[in-house]
């Protein structure tokens, strides 16, 4: 991946991966332990990936201006992570599930919450987004969640949900049609949230489970976007969490 001139990857390196970085035609490798490194990120000041100590994978971050590693989980299963300026998010298990975490710059955070796990987090600026399982087990849902405020945003069901620059692209698959979907942020958070939504068709790959896409257009009104953005706050304080103490499966 490579953001603001600077791209990310790994290398192996006496029988382990590392994780390395080139700008301006230069690399540079920046672990050197005797464990395996994987799944980079950057945003072009901070680097993140995830090392396997043990068992298990933890989360570091990397800062391409002070040069200094500061690993951020201790315990359990954690897994790609992704950065945008000083935070940092990822899936870590808990509570025999997985559950989203976020790194502000100071502490760590779990922000989300309940029995069903949530996967295919990314994160820009101060918006998340992330898949959550659905009730009956069968599907997954989009959800975007403002870190400033609290408030959740269910898109409906959806898969592989990620910002690209300031746009958030998903994919749904209404019967065999594979579709598209996007939404532009309008508005600063602390201001009210307004969406614009768009749908389009497109030519790229889908998943190798999926049926060969049939495009198709729909349309989203701005009624509909602002009945979804009435979703209430979660109840409570969002808890948080030092570590992902729980352990699970391997990946």
């Excluded at 994160?123 to 408030?151: M, P, R």
């Excluded at 749908?199 to 509909?224: G, N, Q």
């Excluded at 409570?236 to 990946?251: D, H, K, R």
Aim: aromatic content about 10%; cysteine-free.
């Amino acid at each position: 991946m490579a953001s603001q001139g600077v791209g990310v990857g790994t290398v192996v390196v006496n029988g382990y991966r590392q994780i390395e970085y080139s700008f301006e035609n230069k690399k540079k490798v920046i672990t050197e332990d005797s464990y395996s490194h994987a799944d980079p990120d950057t945003d072009g000041e901070y680097i993140v990936w995830r090392a396997q100590i043990g068992p298990y994978w933890q989360v570091f971050r990397y800062s391409l201006v002070t040069e200094e590693t500061i690993q951020l989980t201790t315990g359990g299963n954690n897994m790609r992570p992704v950065v945008s300026g000083e935070r940092v998010a990822w899936r870590g298990w808990s509570n025999g599930t997985w559950q989203i975490f976020v790194f502000d710059g100071i502490r760590v955070k779990q922000v989300t919450f309940g029995a069903r796990p949530k996967v295919d987090v990314d994160i820009n600026d101060n918006w998340l987004v992330y898949q959550e399982k659905t009730i009956d087990g069968k599907s997954w849902k989009v959800k975007v969640k403002a870190l400033l405020t609290g408030k959740v945003l269910d898109l409906g069901e959806g898969y592989e949900p990620e910002f690209i620059a300031d746009e958030l692209v998903w994919w749904t698959q209404p019967g065999e049609t594979v579709i598209r979907r996007t939404y532009q942020f309008g508005v600063e958070l602390e201001q009210e949230t307004t969406l614009e939504a768009t749908v389009s068709a497109t030519e790229e790959p889908t998943p190798e489970s999926l049926p060969e896409p049939t495009p198709s257009l729909e349309t989203v009104t701005e009624e509909e976007i602002m009945e979804e953005l009435e979703i209430a706050t979660p109840s409570g304080e969002i808890e948080e969490v030092e570590e992902a103490t729980e352990s699970g499966e391997l990946e």
